[in-house]
Every structure is written in C-alpha cells, then in structure tokens.
C-alpha cells in the first residue's frame, strides 16, 4: 500500500524559508520520478520541481534560484528547500510520484491526473 504524507507548511512573511518534506512507503524510488505540485486557491495546479531517481531536477520558471528538491533515499522522503518566499507562493503542495515519467514532464505537464500517486497536501501561506 503507498502512502505519502507531507509536512512543513506554515504560514511565514515574505522573504522567509520552510522546508516541505514527503515521507514515502509502498514504493521504490528507483522506479518512479517525484514532484512538488501546487494548487493556490482559485488557480489551477502548477507543477513546481520534480527530480528523478538519478538526480535529474526541473524546476517552474517561477520558482527558479529560490526552491530546491532533493530526497533522501535511506529515509524514503522527498524535501523542498524553499527560499526567499513571495506571497504568490501560497498553495496547497503536495507531493506526487509517477513511474517512468521525466523530472521535465512532472513540471511542465497539464495533465496531473495522470500522476500516480499523490500525498494530502500541507499548506502553504506566504503574508506580504
């Protein structure tokens, strides 16, 4: 059974960092890309970062020079290291995985329901 749950949201001010992490079981890392994705209210979803099981990274334009995704295997967690926070950057984030699929697909692509396997989200709120 894959279970996926995140933590780390929380409210902070502009400029201010929060590391979200994703805690993982029911899978194997090696087989599957995995992502930040997040939905602000009103919006639509927005592939955020994604790494893939040798390193490969992407990243949204967006959030380019200011959040970084990175995992820890011997832990079966994925972390975003997110810096220099804008209000815009408030969302729901959560953490998904999807086998076979590339870090740049995972960022880019409008189609989420495809994804695999998603995490409940934890909430993310950036006040000016």
């Known amino acids: 059974q894959v279970k996926m749950v995140e933590s780390g949201g929380d409210s902070v001010q502009a400029g201010g960092s929060l590391r979200l992490s994703c805690e993982f079981s029911?899978?194997?890392?090696?087989?599957?890309?995995m992502a930040w994705i997040r939905q602000a209210p009103g919006k639509e979803r927005e592939g955020v970062a994604a790494?893939?099981?040798?390193?490969?990274?992407d990243y949204a334009d967006s959030v380019k020079g200011r959040f970084s995704i990175s995992q820890d295997n011997a832990k079966n967690t994925l972390y975003l290291q997110m810096n220099n926070l804008k209000p815009e950057d408030t969302a729901m984030y959560y953490c998904?995985?999807?086998?076979?699929?590339?870090?740049?697909?995972?960022?880019?692509?409008?189609?989420?329901?495809?994804?695999?396997?998603w995490g409940k989200g934890t909430l993310v709120n950036v006040s000016s």
């Open positions: 998904v995985a999807d086998e076979g699929s590339t870090a740049e697909w995972m960022v880019s692509t409008e189609h989420f329901y495809a994804m695999d396997y």
């Open positions: 790494i893939e099981s040798d390193g490969t990274t």
């Open positions: 029911g899978f194997t890392f090696d087989d599957y890309a």
